[in-house]
């Protein structure tokens, strides 16, 4: 169901000015006006308590026009759904959302506000799904290009922080890569919390260190890249291509896993989204801002794989970027996990060399982080 | 050589102050007065190019005037020496310094300023050492108790990183453990740099990715604990032990490490650091600030060993800590490389738990961060 391909409604305007204003006009300001932010901000929310024997609480029974409301408190729309039996996916105006039974992701971009999200949300599992419980809150995202545009909430990681941790007063934050160059941000919780009315949770009354989910493997790849070939980037702008599924073709999207079924969008004048979907109840997720200035390219997945190396590779030749950062992040019951925990990520053709390389323990899931930069030419 | 114990003068000026104050004061304000920062910053300078044929250029060639000077910038003064035919150890006022041939280790407590040395020590390297080439600079540091007492260069991580990239602008920042919690902070050079004149660096005519002192084994091993026990704590005050050698020795300080040559010294009224020396030119430096409110323990060394399981515990053992920050950090040549780049150190003893582990590759090197908690009892 495609609802209507209004993306990036602020982006749109920008570029609109930027059609009628004079080439030279490169101060600060004008820069600032033709931006933008292809970083997202990747929400993540496990509830519980998880039960394979009660197939009544789901968080697919919160109904249509409650996320629509919940995408505002966001800055964005739902413009595209699919499902499979184990997922309802959603292409939005800035990025993507996926919702399963027990696991919620929202993943978005421009200046949008997902924190801002988080106490309807649980409004809405309190009225809705029959689950009691918040297991996990994952959020993360790569250091912004422009953090000056962000609303107050989203300016800073410590201010991220500070909202979450108003929330959930014993979450962890960590910084992996640079502090002072590229990096990714993560706050995770360090213990389930009850959730009580009015979308605010409080302690457990039998605190439990191990969220039962946890049992269930559960893996993330996620593949983020920016300085791209702008002849591959030319391709996500309707001048170069008619239709979604005539960029995903030329740009080879559609080989790049097996047994998707796709969700595109191409965005006017430019940018594009894809959601896939696996028999399995896994995603595959991708999001371009082609801009040559500020081209970004994201990719994420949670099929599980004991070796990431060709998908990585796959990704890396279809989009020819500058800079790749690579993440796995895989609890102890996935087959990931190894690879997320070996320290010799698969090396990138001879072009890349690694900057980065770091590991992190989160409360039962390992994490490998890793930036590859190409050589100078 | 002792040349006085005026240890923590500022501290000892704060309770000298306390004694005259009636208990029941516990403003804020009061509480700032009463406290002594024990974490540590530590400054680690490598110089070069290093050719073993050359033994005339050393960076103990700068005369013991022009070191005091040096302390001056950093807010401390040395108040003991002893030297083996490898290196020359300080005791200072605040913590220790070690100068070697080509590497100068600058480790100091309290509110001290170590950054604000680097001009000074550039000059002082390029006027009577025989080096050109700044190889390498760590400056690294556990979260302060109470930055906002620190002077204005030292009062955020984010402080120092700007003062070191005003020296050296392509130096790489990171934070291991928790960005809202206990972490340790190192700043790290990317690449090698020319000395100047002027306590100045520029870029190297013929850049070099691995500095030439890489090809040597080098590994540090810290150790960092709070909230100790009182019990132990208790000796490092003179009203318990009358000479250093005395608090040394009913610690277990003198087993901790074998062949170890001590130059210990107990504070007035409290504190202890030591350091030692090995014939092999290794050395082990510990620091103690034994108040219950704020103790703090930090054990260093760069002997190297393939596994430093039984080391760390012995320490642990000794010092008895609520809490323990293990960082290993080694390069390629070194022995302690494989236990750097394990992500499975030894785990404590049963009565402590892991709270986080990281792995960080830093341009040659291989770090490893643990921080363990005892279980609440």
Not at 295 to 322: A, H, L, M, W
Request: net charge negative.
């Amino acid at each position: 169901m495609k609802d209507k391909q209004s993306r990036h409604s602020w982006h749109k305007l920008r570029r609109k000015q930027r059609g009628s204003q004079q080439e030279d006009l490169t101060s600060m300001k004008e820069v600032a006006e033709h931006f933008f932010e292809g970083v997202e901000k990747l929400l993540e929310v496990w509830v519980g308590p998880y039960d394979h024997r009660n197939q009544k609480s789901d968080l697919r029974n919160i109904p249509r026009e409650a996320l629509d409301e919940l995408m505002e408190d966001a800055k964005c729309e739902i413009i595209s759904t699919r499902s499979s039996s184990l997922v309802d996916a959603y292409v939005l105006s800035e990025s993507s959302m996926f919702i399963s039974r027990c696991r919620f992701i929202l993943k978005t971009c421009g200046t949008t506000t997902p924190l801002k999200c988080i106490p309807r949300l649980l409004g809405l599992v309190k009225q809705h799904t029959g689950f009691t419980q918040v297991e996990d809150i994952f959020y993360s995202r790569k250091n912004f290009r422009q953090p000056s545009l962000q609303d107050e909430t989203h300016r800073s990681f410590t201010a991220e922080v500070e909202a979450l941790e108003n929330m959930f007063p014993t979450g962890q934050a960590y910084c992996l890569g640079r502090l002072n160059g590229d990096c990714w941000y993560l706050f995770a919780l360090d213990r389930p919390y009850a959730l009580l009315g009015g979308g605010r949770v409080g302690p457990l009354a039998t605190p439990a260190l191990a969220a039962p989910h946890r049992h269930q493997p559960d893996q993330t790849l996620e593949v983020v890249m920016t300085d791209l070939e702008p002849e591959v980037m030319a391709l996500f702008h309707q001048s170069q291509c008619a239709t979604a599924a005539e960029a995903t073709k030329r740009s080879g999207i559609d080989q790049l896993l097996p047994g998707v079924r796709i969700d595109d969008v191409l965005f006017d004048p430019c940018g594009y989204s894809m959601n896939g979907l696996l028999d399995n109840g896994c995603y595959v997720t991708i999001h371009i801002t082609p801009e040559t200035e500020f081209s970004y390219v994201s990719f994420e997945t949670n099929i599980p794989q004991s070796c990431y190396k060709d998908v990585i590779s796959r990704v890396v030749d279809c989009f020819k970027p500058g800079k790749v950062l690579v993440t796995v992040f895989a609890n102890k019951s996935s087959e990931a996990n190894e690879f997320a925990r070996q320290l010799k990520l698969p090396t990138l053709r001879s072009e890349y060399r690694q900057r980065d390389l770091q590991y992190c323990s989160v409360r039962g899931y390992d994490l490998v982080y890793a930036l590859f930069e190409e050589w100078p030419s």
